[in-house]
């Protein structure tokens, strides 16, 4: 399943916030390997105590995670238990969630969007090859691993976090709030999540990176007034950017049989960069 870690090798260091039943918390873990001591920068996740009852579905996304690896999968270390202490043991990422930091830099170029767009339709493509169902996937599950530096052409890297607790073992207005994130037929189902419904969540991602991390349906906080968004068989408002507004629109279809496989969506997005690159010398010559 995955490598047990000993609390005693843990050390707690400042909080860096909650999830759904569970607080984040900066720490280290130290190893002894070949009789040196190694001391690692960690994130540990901890279910709270009184919601002990999810542990196994709390395990169940970390052992997911251990299970498999990619370059922009999370990578989590193990887990530990003391008393009523379940703790996850994660990669620290050093910038932190994806919808923090989009809320945070204004000025992100297109090219940049498009490449961390690119980077998740990469993971969830590995997923859907490995028939894992990830389930919750949204801008607050991104990790930025790397910042862009263009004076020195390095662009951004995210990796995939965990997907926490199962949205099937979350109460009803926890489902609530992952409206418009939650694919519809999944709001019915729950326990019953497939590809498609990850491919649904991907579209909402996309529509977040591109509006600056302004969480869709932001005006929107009564759930039945959500719950309309589905109802009439809404859709995000559509970007400008007419490409990529389809891209998102067929991700976020009502019909499951209409969304893109994920060779379709990296396709798809691939064309949207030379495009963009086409506006950019557009831009430029209007401008000279
Ligand atoms: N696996 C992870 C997950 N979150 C972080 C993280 C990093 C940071 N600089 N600020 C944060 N604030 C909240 C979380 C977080 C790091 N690693």
Not at 33 to 41: L, N, V, Y
Not at 66 to 89: A, F, R, T
Request: charged fraction near 25%; include cysteine.
């Amino acid at each position: 399943q995955f490598h047990t870690i000993k609390y005693e090798d843990l050390k707690w260091d400042e909080s860096l916030g909650q999830g759904s039943f569970t607080r984040i918390f900066k720490g280290e873990k130290t190893d002894y390997r070949d009789g040196e001591k190694h001391t690692t920068e960690v994130l540990l996740k901890e279910l709270d105590p009184d919601h002990k009852n999810c542990w196994e579905s709390f395990f169940e996304a970390a052992s997911f995670m251990s299970q498999i690896s990619h370059k922009h999968l999370l990578h989590v270390y193990g887990v530990s238990v003391h008393g009523d202490k379940n703790i996850m043991v994660q990669e620290f990422v050093k910038h932190g969630a994806l919808d923090l930091y989009l809320k945070r830099e204004k000025s992100l170029s297109v090219s940049w969007k498009l490449n961390v767009a690119k980077q998740l339709a990469c993971v969830l493509n590995f997923l859907e090859e490995q028939s894992i169902i990830h389930g919750n996937i949204c801008a607050k599950n991104l990790l930025l691993v790397r910042e862009e530096d263009p004076s020195q052409g390095i662009s951004p890297f995210i990796k995939l976090s965990d997907p926490g607790i199962n949205v099937a073992m979350l109460g009803k207005d926890v489902i609530m709030h992952r409206i418009p994130w939650i694919a519809p037929e999944s709001l019915a189902a729950p326990d019953n999540l497939t590809h498609e419904c990850d491919k649904w969540s991907f579209g909402a991602t996309v529509w977040e990176i591109f509006n600056n991390g302004n969480p869709p349906l932001q005006g929107w906080s009564l759930e039945e007034v959500k719950l309309k968004f589905y109802e009439n068989k809404q859709q995000l408002p559509p970007s400008q950017w007419t490409e990529l507004a389809d891209l998102i629109g067929q991700c976020m279809s009502y019909d499951l049989a209409f969304r893109p496989s994920c060779r379709s969506i990296i396709r798809q997005l691939n064309s949207l960069v030379t495009s963009d690159y086409e506006i950019l010398h557009a831009t430029e010559s209007v401008t000279q």
